[in-house]
Every structure is written in C-alpha cells, then in structure tokens.
C-alpha cells in the first residue's frame, strides 16, 4: 500500500512538472503568476492599517467621515492607491527636468483604477519615515488612447519621428512604452529616427499628433496597421490603440497638509487647480474633478467632453509667464514690472524742446 501511494506521488511530481514546462512554453510561467499574484497589492483597501508607506492614496466615502472611518473602521473599500502606470521618468520622479519629455502610459485594462478626486474626497500620503517639506502637483495633459508611442518629433517637412537610439542602446525607453506590443520596435536595427509615417488610414501629421508626440483620435482597443520606415525602407507593424497616454504639463508645489492623529497626512488640494491628472509627490496619479465640472464627468476613465488640459498658467508670445496662480509673490511681482514698464515709457514719451 505505501508504494502504491509512493508511485501516485511521483506521478503527480511528473505531471506538475510536465505541465510547467507545457505552460513555459506557451509562454505561460505557472509559478511565476501564481507568485505574481501573490505579491500583487491591492489598489482598493478598507482598513487604514493596510496602506503603504511612500503611497498616496485618495479617500472616497459616500455619505462617510474620514475621521469616523478611522475611529471605528469604515467596513468597505473606502482607500484607493494613485497608480504609477509605465513612467519614462523612473528615478526622476520628483525631477523637473531629464533629457526627454515626460511620459506616462496606462493600459486601458488598468486606467479605470486611476482615482478620481472631488469635493468631499481627501488626497492622503502615507510614510513611515518623514513628513515631505513640499508637495509636488506635477500635472499631466490627457490624450486619450494611442498605440504605445510618445514624444515623436518632427522634422522641417512635418515628417514625425522617434529618436530611436542618438545616445545609446535604451533610447526608446523614452518614447516607447516597453509593456504594450510596441516593445516589437525595439527588435529593429538601430538607427538615429524611426519614423511613423501611418496609422491605419491616419497620416501622421500635425493634425493627427497630439503635443505629448502621441497619434491622436485612435478608436481604444482598436489593431492598426503602422507604417514605419527604416530609413527609406517601410516596415509594417500591427500595434493595439490600448494605451491611455499622458504627457507632462505643469508643475506646482504647495505645504499645506494636516496630520491626522493616525499613520497619514491629508494633502490640501490648493484651489487654482482646473480639472486634470495629477502626479503626486513623485509616487501616483489622481484624477482631479472640479465642482463645475463634477456634473458633466461621466465617471470613467476617460472623458472626452470635459477639457483636461486647460492650462493653469499662461504665458505671452515670448514664454514669459504672465500669470501663474501658485507663485504667491507672482501679483506683487507684476505690479512692479508693470510701474516700472510704465515709468520707462514715460520718459520716452516725455521729450526736451527748444523754447
């Protein structure tokens, strides 16, 4: 009887075996998405215990009070985590600046756990370690879904392009998302501009390419046939419009937060903000809801009636900021270049004659 169980074992041992290698090469990993999924956390949490450090997080509870919440327990999911999605800034999250424009992708499977904030919400950060001195707003512009490609450029006959590998081997790590199917691009010979020449039966032009360098007015989850070139030779690829892309558009800091007698702070929300995405403090993306708009926004997550672009801070023909709502000495400081623009065309007005 014992080697009859000790056979049945070793025949269970085989087949475990047999149907990892099956599954491996199927390009299914058995036990690593068994181990995957275990290590995944989860976006939506009920108990205030359970947040991270270095999250943030947006409290949402109809009808609730965050205080009661944390008094008593709220007995529902009532914590959402700001999501990251593929950045091409990774180590630079809190940088103003790097080598290329700043891009986030979302996959459409993905984008509908980017929490929304609006009024009565409460935009919360969490740390074990310290109380951060500012508050990063890094606001992102919203061009709805496109294939996995950002920031192309173009040149002086409105030809666009990708810089595919001018400094090194990881170049297109800054234009392309590497987890949507246009990874395959990074399989091409390198060579200084790829360029898109169609998508589908869309010229990629100034009128179809967003300001991030994305192909605009893509149908989501929509193949499309994309006409790239090699140089002079062409070279088609089927790529997915399942990519929600953001781009870098505004940057402001703010200090204002309250501690909450419990493990996380509540981030003011300061009241310039217009309708948007928003990366806070480096670690996740929110989207912001304004009371005007709150009536129109259809709740998912993508809306294309409300503008979620609309610029915060304005500039002359000359990109000299001529109003920005988060610099608290900026009114002061234009009154002053106002007098003195004044005085300056006083004395030009005022002319010596001979009596």
Avoid at 138 to 159: K, P, Q, T, V
Avoid at 274 to 294: C, H, P, Q, W
Avoid at 322 to 335: A, C, G, I
Wanted: charged content about 30%.
């Amino acid at each position: 009887m014992g080697k009859k169980w000790f056979l049945i074992a070793i025949a269970l041992v085989v087949l475990l075996a047999a149907g990892a290698v099956a599954t491996k090469f199927m390009g299914i990993d058995l036990f690593a998405t068994v181990s995957g999924e275990a290590e995944k956390q989860p976006n939506t949490i009920s108990a205030v215990n359970d947040l991270k450090s270095g999250k943030a997080y947006v409290w949402h509870h109809e009808g609730g009070d965050v205080e009661e919440d944390l008094r008593k327990g709220a007995g529902e999911n009532v914590f959402f985590t700001c999501i990251t999605g593929d950045i091409n800034f990774k180590g630079e999250e809190l940088g103003e600046e790097i080598e290329y424009p700043r891009s986030i992708w979302i996959d459409s499977d993905t984008d509908d756990q980017i929490p929304t904030v609006v009024s009565g919400d409460k935009l919360i950060y969490v740390s074990s370690t310290e109380v951060p001195q500012e508050i990063v707003f890094e606001r992102f512009a919203d061009y709805g879904y496109s294939i996995g490609i950002s920031n192309m450029e173009a040149d002086l006959g409105g030809h666009y392009y990708l810089t595919f590998a001018d400094v090194d081997e990881d170049d297109y790590k800054y234009f392309i998302d590497m987890n949507s199917d246009a990874s395959q691009l990074a399989e091409l010979t390198a060579i200084t501009r790829l360029y898109l020449d169609k998508v589908g039966d869309i010229k990629v032009d100034e009128e179809s390419v967003s300001d991030g360098g994305t192909v605009l007015s893509l149908t989501k989850d929509k193949v499309y046939t994309c006409e790239f070139y090699t140089g002079t030779y062409y070279q088609d690829f089927n790529l997915t419009a399942n990519i929600h892309c953001f781009g870098s558009m505004e940057r402001f800091v703010s200090y204002d937060y309250e501690f909450m007698h419990s493990n996380f702070i509540v981030i003011d929300i300061p009241e310039y903000l217009k309708s948007g995405y928003y990366f806070i403090n480096g670690v996740g993306l929110f989207r912001y809801v304004t009371d005007e708009d709150a009536a129109a926004y259809n709740g998912k997550a993508y809306d294309e009636s409300i503008d979620w672009n609309d610029p915060i801070i304005l500039y002359d023909e000359d990109g000299v900021v001529r109003y920005d709502p988060s610099d608290p000495d900026f009114e002061e400081t234009k009154r002053q270049q106002e007098i003195e623009e004044n005085s300056d065309k006083g004395d030009e007005d005022f002319e010596i004659t001979d009596e």
